[in-house]
């Protein structure tokens, strides 16, 4: 299958701009014939769906949640980047760009980067326009952090809750349109498969996840905004509901899946407490502005961090990195975290945590600067930890908490099923194969209110769509196919819960396809993943019924589809023979222990082709070129 990206030629600086003049736009009275089902409303999906009415056109708009406004996208805390340069500090769209294909270690489409880049200042024009209490500076102007990868401030937040307020901006501007009657809402309402009639994205099924009524919504595009599949690991950050039952569904549809191997591990996690624990919890890295990362120097030392004088601590990235010291990227703070854990020099009862210590930022600074930078974040890890991090250090350690991996989408958002959008961390996105800190909400943002609005109305104006009804032989046989994979899984009636069988996915995915990965435990996790799957279809236990509010049977239809995808996880991380980014390999190092790219062998985007249950998918390569970036070996010392 041909990947064509639509990838823009010629001067960076200007693609964008030729291209949206080069794209075809409808009618402004013509805007009101069109539907357009929106499947989403984090950033992504609110922004998008909001954009879209204030076009004109017909939204129908979805999401799992009681409400658009407890989707995902709340959870964010630290900020999002945008290339203002209020600083001074020498940042510039060209620099954001610069270091969000260095961050994504080459695995990234330039166009596109660029374009986030761009677009990054619009985005902070649209929220404060909309109200969004970004933290300012006595001055008034808006206030600007530091996260990892950059040696500029441009993240802009409002303190821990950034996520929170960009959301409340976004729920607004779609709530407006919803008074308006120009979006219908449908919450509590789950996507379980995507209508493709003649080859085209025409519609969705879902589940009422009240009455558990099964039900299509036709439309002329459809748009998945359905945020990532971190939750694949049983144990993350993401918010218990995150799933990837949309994007893969559409993947067996025939939308093609790119890098599902690329996952993010977040260095500064408050460490796993138990054999039960359900959930892990970040602590923004916004954090590592203050907070020096440290362990004992030598092995075993069990003292209190009090008692540990100095000269024997191991500030570890200080020390490695000076240049960014503990500024470093995500993976790259997360690969040494393990390795000093891995050295017997990790701190708590597990051993398995490093301190993030602000001893000396409050000395400096005062407590009161700490409070207000941080306040709700420290209240947190108090809450959770027991512990006070005002008088001793925090307690951190990796954990998933994003996937860079996605549908594929062309420069148009556009996936390999014409007329399916997809947006936000649901798509293979702009950030290669690490996501920088702050660059997922500038994305979900870019794609929702500039980057869609422009190149849906191409599709639409040159694209003739026949008439489709609730009769059509392919949109009946969808709904039956949602209604039996229901069915099947109540009839199991098994021995063991949903929850166990994610729990065993979820450690033998951190287990060989983590934070480091290498052949022989990729080996092993394909041959136990499908076992697991059977033994799932043969013993799950799921009570209940379908036709109420039935979360044990929600549950389970993710899990089935996490069963498969993360199949396909370790299919291209074994494939994918180099170490980049959030993808390391432990074969693939240099002497000092960092990732060793082969950009002579894998420097492209692998894309796969569902090719039916049982069957090997097919992997297709989208080349990747760099004009601008030129590859070269990261170093961050
Ligand atoms: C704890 C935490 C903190 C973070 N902090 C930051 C930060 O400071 N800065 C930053 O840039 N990024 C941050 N991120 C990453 C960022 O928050 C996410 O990548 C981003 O919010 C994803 O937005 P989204 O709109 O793509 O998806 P989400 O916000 O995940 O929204 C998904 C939407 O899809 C709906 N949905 C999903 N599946 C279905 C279905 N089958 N049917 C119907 N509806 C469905 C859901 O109901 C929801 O409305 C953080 C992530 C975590 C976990």
Redesign the pocket.
């Known amino acids: 299958m041909p990947l064509d990206s639509q990838s823009p030629t010629g001067p960076i600086e200007t693609r964008w701009d030729r291209h949206r003049f080069s794209l075809k736009l409808v009618n402004p009275s013509n805007k009101r014939k069109h539907k357009i089902v929106v ?8 922004s998008a769906a909001a954009s879209l009415a204030e076009l004109g056109y017909n939204v129908h708009c ?4 009681d409400s ?1 406004r407890r ?11 945008a290339a203002k340069n209020y600083h001074n500090d020498g940042d510039s769209v060209f620099r954001l760009f610069y270091d969000t294909v260095k961050g994504g270690d080459f695995r990234a489409r330039e166009s596109n980067v660029y374009r986030l880049a761009e677009l990054s200042l619009n985005i902070i024009d649209q929220c404060v326009a909309q109200g969004v209490p970004f933290a300012r500076e006595y001055s008034g102007y808006l206030d600007n952090r530091s996260f990892g990868g950059a040696q500029v401030s441009r993240t802009f937040y409002a303190r821990g809750q ?2 929170q307020q960009l959301l409340l901006g976004a729920y607004q501007a779609l709530e407006r349109q919803i008074g308006a009657g120009q979006v219908q809402m449908f919450p509590r ?4 498969d995507l209508i493709v009639v003649d080859g085209r994205a025409r519609g969705i099924v ?1 589940r009422n996840l009240m009455t558990g009524r099964i039900a299509s919504h036709l439309a002329d595009t459809v748009v998945l ?4 599949y ?1 939750n694949v690991y049983y144990l ?4 218990k ?3 990837a ?2 994007i893969w569904r559409a993947h067996k549809r025939g939308a093609l899946f790119a890098n599902p191997c690329f996952t993010q591990i977040h260095p500064t996690c408050i460490p796993v407490s138990g054999e039960y624990q359900s959930k892990l919890t ?1 602590m ?2 916004s954090l590592r502005n203050d907070g020096r990362v440290w362990v004992p120097l030598t092995k075993g030392d069990t003292r209190a961090p009090g008692q540990i004088p100095e000269a024997e601590r191991d500030y570890f990235l200080e020390r490695k990195y000076p240049s960014f010291g503990n500024l470093v990227p995500r993976d790259v703070a997360s690969r040494n975290a393990k390795q000093v854990c891995d050295e017997g020099r990790g701190v708590g009862p597990s051993g398995l945590a490093v301190y993030l210590d602000f001893r000396d930022a409050i000395q400096r600074l005062g407590k009161a600067v700490i409070e207000e930078r941080y306040g709700n974040l420290f209240d947190m890890y108090e809450r959770i930890a027991g512990e006070d991090p005002y008088n001793a250090p925090m307690r951190i350690y990796p954990a998933i ?2 996937t860079m991996g996605g549908l594929w989408v062309d420069y148009n958002l556009m996936s390999t099923i014409p007329g399916l959008y997809v ?4 798509n293979f996105s702009d950030h290669g194969a690490n996501r920088l ?6 994305q ?1 943002l870019a794609d929702g209110y500039f980057v869609l609005p422009n190149t849906i109305n191409d599709y639409l104006a040159s694209t003739k769509l026949d008439p489709v009804d609730a009769t059509h032989a392919v949109v009946r046989d969808a709904e039956a196919g949602v209604a039996a994979i229901a069915k099947r899984l109540l009839d199991v009636k098994g021995t063991r819960s949903v929850d166990s069988y994610h729990r065993e996915l979820g450690k033998l995915m951190w287990e060989n396809c983590g934070m480091s990965r290498n052949a022989r435990g990729l080996r092993y996790a394909l041959l136990r993943i499908p076992e697991l799957r059977e033994q799932y279809w043969r013993d799950v236990r799921v009570l209940g019924t379908g036709e109420e509010l039935n979360q044990s049977l929600e549950k389970a239809g993710r899990v089935a589809d996490f069963l498969e995808l993360a199949e396909l996880m370790c299919l291209d991380a074994l494939e994918r023979n180099e170490s980049c980014g959030g993808h390391f390999r432990e074969e693939f190092q240099t002497p000092e222990g960092e990732a060793q790219r082969d950009d002579e062998h894998y420097s492209y985007t692998a894309a796969w082709e569902f090719r039916g249950a049982g069957n090997r998918p097919e992997m297709h390569k989208e080349p990747l070129a760099f004009e601008y970036v030129h590859p070269s070996q990261r170093s961050y010392k």
């Open positions: 499947v989403g409303t984090g950033l992504a999906g609110g979805f999401c799992f949640q658009p989707a995902h996208s709340i959870a964010a805390q630290g900020g999002i980047n950034t996520g309402t789950e996507m379980l879902t905004a359905t945020g990532g971190g993350s950050t993401n918010a509901g995150s799933n039952t949309a970040l923004s890295e908490h994003y947006i936000g961390e649901a800190g702050a660059s997922a909400l500038m979900g």
